[in-house]
């Protein structure tokens, strides 16, 4: 079988614009949002997170997160646990802002369980903040969930 330049030219550019049309397509199906609503403005603020994280240097291990087969187990050390004021954890997923999760760490509680089902299978990177005198402090942990 023989095909004459004419027709190879011709069949290069159905192929090359079928190509074409499945990026486009692909492309328009992603997810573009932005990861915070507010980026603009966290990036202005930025120097202010950079000093939390300085001062919360000392404290990078005094925070355990334990995964068992049903739940997700917080731990904070002993003295962290009863020197601070408030205590939030935050689950951030990355590729889906709508798989966040927050939660609450009560003054004197010694261990925060979170169940696994709240969670979809990924990556979340968890966000512990908390304040001590009126200073803040952020600890930084990566989680996987099976």
Request: aromatic share 18%; charged share 25%.
């Amino acid at each position: 079988m023989k095909i004459s330049w004419g027709k190879g030219v011709v069949i290069f550019f159905i192929i090359f614009f079928i190509w074409i049309f499945l990026f486009v397509f692909f492309a328009m199906r992603q997810n573009l949002d932005l990861v915070t609503d507010d980026y603009y403005q966290k990036g202005a603020k930025y120097s202010g997170q950079i000093e939390i994280n300085k001062r919360s240097l000392p404290y990078q291990d005094s925070l355990q997160i334990y995964t068992t087969e049903n739940q997700i187990q917080i731990r904070p050390c002993k003295q962290l646990e009863s020197s601070a004021d408030s205590m939030e954890v935050y689950f951030f997923k990355s590729n889906d802002k709508t798989k966040d999760i927050r939660f609450n760490f009560q003054k004197g509680d010694s261990v925060l369980v979170v169940d696994k089902r709240m969670l979809v299978h990924g990556r979340y990177q968890v966000f512990i903040t908390w304040s001590y005198l009126n200073q803040k402090y952020s600890v930084v942990k990566v989680v996987d969930i099976q």
